[in-house]
């Protein structure tokens, strides 16, 4: 049975690194017999949060259901359908883009946290999906997890899709041309990941 890998792209050109980043994970994944799919962000209508909690008001294991009536569901319904996951994102202004976090925040519906209780606990027991992170920034790469919080943000994501990590790629140096290709080294390094995700 093939695999099935999303991923979730918070980047605002799609011809940038992180997208050609994203797109050597997937490749690699579907040269290992696998099936993908590429959701950017920037063409789905989601709506921001209002802190309704309405979704968090839902008892049981499913996830709740938010009463905004946008372009989220069919987005969530792809990864609940998916083996594995790729989150990636540009990293501005020290985290990840704006429209990746307005998505995230809509991933509240994964917890359970009825009125009158302190905080809420997670509906997911099992993180059974593999994930990939990818974030690309202007310092070195190696910044990226020390210095920003992309690394968090990316990581709470995960746990709120029911995914476990296994493989990073931070690139770093990555606004030093208008039009920069992906370096050789992060290439490989995608590919490696992909195959992971497609095993």
């Known amino acids: 049975m093939r695999r099935k890998v999303v991923a979730i792209v918070g980047t605002y050109r799609k011809s940038g690194m992180s997208g050609a980043a994203v797109e050597a994970v997937l ?3 579907r040269e290992s017999g696998a099936e993908t799919h590429t959701i950017y962000l920037t063409e789905h209508p989601i709506e921001f949060c209002t802190n309704c909690r309405e979704c968090m008001q839902q008892a049981g294991a499913e996830r709740g259901r938010c009463v905004q009536h946008d372009g989220l569901e069919p987005i969530l319904e792809e990864i609940e359908a998916a083996d594995a ?3 990636g994102t540009p990293v501005n ?5 704006a429209i990746f976090r307005r998505f995230m925040e809509r991933l509240v519906g ?3 946290w009825p009125w009158g209780r302190k905080a809420p606990v997670a509906r997911m027991k ?3 999906r593999k994930a990939v992170f990818v974030a690309t920034s202007a310092m070195p790469g ?3 997890p020390v210095a920003t919080g992309a690394s968090k943000a990316l990581r709470m994501t995960a746990d709120l899709l029911g995914a476990h990590p296994v493989g990073r790629l931070w690139i770093g140096l990555a606004a030093m041309e208008p ?4 370096p050789n080294r992060a290439r ?3 590919r490696r990941l992909g195959r992971k995700l497609a095993a």
Do not use: N, S, W
């Not at 202004?93 to 883009?97: K, L, Q, S």
């Open 142 to 144: 190696f910044m990226i």
């Open 126 to 128: 099992t993180r059974r």
């Open 27 to 29: 490749e690699a994944a």
């Open 85 to 87: 996951i790729v989150l």
């Open 188 to 190: 490989k390094r995608a």
């Open 110 to 112: 994964f917890g359970y």
């Open 179 to 182: 039009h920069q290709p992906l």
């Open 93 to 97: 202004c020290g985290d990840v883009t």
